[in-house]
């Protein structure tokens, strides 16, 4: 069993910058591939990048290559989301999540335990 705790999130103008955080209770996070997606009003959920257990491995929707970083620290059982020159159309619940193995997954079906989401608004 793996409890998921985002936080960072908030309203930002854009061209900002958030971190959001995933906190993880459970013996297994480590073990595990994780990953954040993120759902705007009347859409999908849909994912946004992934890592590795290790953290050796990542992979990014193309929408925000090169603004945004995931990251983890297994020590401290958390997950990153750096989010930089953030737009309007970031806008959106962000929810990080637990895959069912030790890679990350690029759909919902692969995630095993999710958070409960955090909001980010990004005004123009």
């Known amino acids: 069993q793996v409890q998921l705790v985002e936080s960072g999130g908030g309203l930002v103008q854009a061209g900002g910058s958030l971190r959001l955080s995933c906190a993880a209770s459970g013996r297994t996070f480590s073990s595990r591939g994780m990953g954040w997606f993120r759902q705007a009003p009347g859409k999908e959920r849909e994912f946004v990048a992934g890592?590795?257990?290790?953290?050796?491995?990542?992979y990014y929707v193309d929408s925000v290559k090169g603004r945004f970083t995931i990251s983890r620290d297994n020590a401290k059982n958390t997950v990153y989301l750096q989010m930089n020159s953030l737009k309007p159309e970031d806008t959106a619940v962000y929810y990080c999540?637990?895959?069912?193995?030790?890679?990350?997954?690029?759909?919902?079906?692969?995630?095993?335990?999710w958070g409960q989401g955090t909001q980010v608004t990004v005004s123009s």
């Open positions: 999540a637990a895959a069912g193995s030790n890679w990350y997954g690029l759909g919902v079906r692969e995630y095993a335990y």
């Open positions: 890592i590795t257990w290790s953290g050796g491995s990542t």
